[in-house]
């Protein structure tokens, strides 16, 4: 291996601690961010999620509001709850956590969220003020994997990036941050002919297409700064009878031999999204009150 390997798990901690500092420094005047997180359902991954997000608010020093409701929940009583969180002072964002069950347009929800209480970035208003350059609230995953590229390299300017997937939630959004940054950026995605050379002209991949260990060491360019957005579980016999694990959209080994950085799976791009999360909840707190943005 002679990749660097990029502490996503560091990154978000000590994003999460200039979070808390300027979180104290609002509480002094009065202000103490809210985050309402809404979770419709017992999807055992999404139950940690939401755990993982309500302690790390607390943790913070924002206020935690957590809607648990049963997976049988009708839509029209979901978009009656968001309705309420929207004229709820005490929330300055609202995230309802995905994937919904299927008997609710997860579209209709989203869009029902206040745009300025929309820490998910989500929203169309959201995400057609990032395809345009205008101030959004950015998706918390392409924002996590900005903020270690632009940690890792500084300016990305000039370089060429391909962004594997092209997800409404990380592929879309993910491309347009790039290309703010003056990347040349390319999305590909299963159609795309020749996928391994449209990778290798990558000076930063980024794989978020949900195939576990699809992109192999040789479509990755020597030296590329290689992102992984996958979390894939699969089966694990090695650890044991019925054992899973996490692996990402990328063949580490493979991968790691080639690349001059990259992130692990679990332990990359993973913990920087609960980060991004509490940073969007700052920003919107700020936001809502005419204060200026956070810088993080
Ligand atoms: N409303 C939303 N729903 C979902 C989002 C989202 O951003 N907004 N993203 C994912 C799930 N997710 C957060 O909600 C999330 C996924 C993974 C991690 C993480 O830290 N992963 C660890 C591994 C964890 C494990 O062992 O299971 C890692 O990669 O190191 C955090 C948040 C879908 N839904």
């Known amino acids: 291996m002679s990749a660097a390997i990029i502490d996503g798990k560091a990154a978000a901690a000590a994003l999460r601690a200039r979070i808390a500092a300027q979180v104290a420094e609002l509480m002094q005047q009065g202000v103490t961010p809210g985050l309402a997180v809404v979770l419709v359902g017992e999807n055992p991954a999404s139950q940690v999620y939401v755990r993982s997000k309500a302690k790390q608010t607390v943790e913070a ?51 029902a969220i206040d745009p300025a209480k929309d820490v998910d970035g989500f929203h169309p208003v959201n995400a057609g003020r990032l395809a345009t350059g205008a101030p959004s609230l950015v998706p918390c995953t392409p924002l996590g994997c900005l903020m270690l590229l632009k940690q890792l390299k500084g300016d990305l300017s000039g370089l060429e990036a391909v962004v594997v997937g092209r997800s409404n939630i990380v592929g879309k959004p993910m491309a347009a941050l790039l290309t703010s940054e003056s990347c040349t950026v ?37 030296g590329a700064v290689v992102i992984d957005v996958g979390i894939n579980r699969v089966s694990a016999p090695e650890l044991g009878e019925g054992k899973t694990r996490i692996v990402g959209d990328v063949d580490f080994e493979s991968a790691a031999a080639v690349a001059g950085a990259i992130t692990p799976v679990p332990g990359g791009v993973g913990p920087m999204t609960i980060a991004c999360l509490l940073a969007n909840t700052l920003t919107a707190a700020c936001a809502r009150r005419g204060l200026p943005k956070p810088a993080l």
């Open 61 to 111: 020093g924002m206020r935690s509001f957590e809607h648990k409701l049963p997976a049988e929940t009708s839509e029209a009583d979901l978009l009656k709850l968001v309705r309420e969180l929207n004229a709820d002072d005490a929330v300055d964002g609202i995230l309802v956590q995905l994937p919904l069950p299927a008997h609710i347009n997860a579209e209709l929800v989203l869009e």
């Open 186 to 222: 390319t999305i590909a995605h299963s159609r795309t002919r020749d996928l391994p050379a449209v990778c290798r002209r990558a000076d930063i991949l980024v794989a978020a297409v949900g195939r576990p260990g699809m992109v192999k060491g040789d479509w990755v360019k020597p």
